[in-house]
């Protein structure tokens, strides 16, 4: 479905998708772990996987990817290396997983591509999401949940250790972060039943409590 689609795509299989996304230092990777703990506690069937990585060969692209010594690094090379490590955490454990009923939840996606090789360095948007859909075989999530911070504070959290690794993508001049902030707005705007947008300079627990109310209300509907 192209992505400016107003309606919601029929799943294709049993199981609810959540990819979290955002700028850098956004707290995706702590709302994750958050949501991944609560919801097994209900009794749900659970994968928490990331990208770049989620499998032994993903794992290896993603070393090559965020390397900060890698500043030569093309961006066309950046969106075939992140497609390469999608194709397989795909295939090898999102999809099977969602296939038997269970619930999925990634830290980025393939909206992270049209973000920061799209909107940040401005590489064709339909190249991109031609791509995409050949890396993913079509499969897009059933929520994704946009974790909003101002660029400075995100990178500050980055430096000071807050908010996961510090690598190559960080490095980036603030501009070329502004413009994947705005690109992540471009596209919650043209698919707002996909997207739940919170402001992530809130407290974690309030961040985390609508987070569970969107996904729960989603499993039910």
Not at 50 to 75: C, F, K, N, Y
Not at 143 to 171: C, F, H, S, Y
């Amino acid at each position: 479905m192209p992505t400016g689609a107003s309606e919601r795509p029929r799943r294709l299989y049993p199981g609810f998708f959540v990819t979290f996304e955002g700028p850098e230092g956004s707290g995706k990777t702590t709302q994750l772990r958050l949501l991944a703990d609560w919801l097994q506690r209900q009794g749900l069937d659970v994968l928490a996987t990331r990208e770049p990585g989620g499998t032994r060969i993903g794992d290896q692209v993603r070393a090559i990817l965020l390397a900060p010594e890698h500043t030569e690094m093309l961006p066309t090379t950046e969106i075939l290396l992140f497609s390469a490590a999608r194709a397989q955490v795909v295939g090898e454990r999102i999809l099977p997983h969602l296939q038997k009923g269970g619930i999925v939840l990634c830290d980025r996606y393939a909206d992270s591509t049209m973000a920061y090789q799209g909107y940040g360095h401005g590489l064709d948007l339909e190249v991109l999401r031609t791509i995409t859909a050949f890396a993913t075989g079509g499969l897009v999530p059933d929520l994704t949940v946009l974790l909003d911070v101002p660029i400075e504070v995100g990178l500050r959290r980055k430096a000071q250790g807050l908010g996961g690794e510090w690598n190559r993508m960080e490095q980036k001049a603030r501009a070329f972060h502004e413009r994947v902030r705005a690109g992540y707005h471009e596209m919650a705007a043209r698919e707002p039943h996909r997207w739940l947008v919170l402001d992530a300079t809130a407290p974690v627990a309030e961040v985390q409590a609508a987070i569970r109310e969107r996904v729960m209300r989603e499993i039910a509907a």
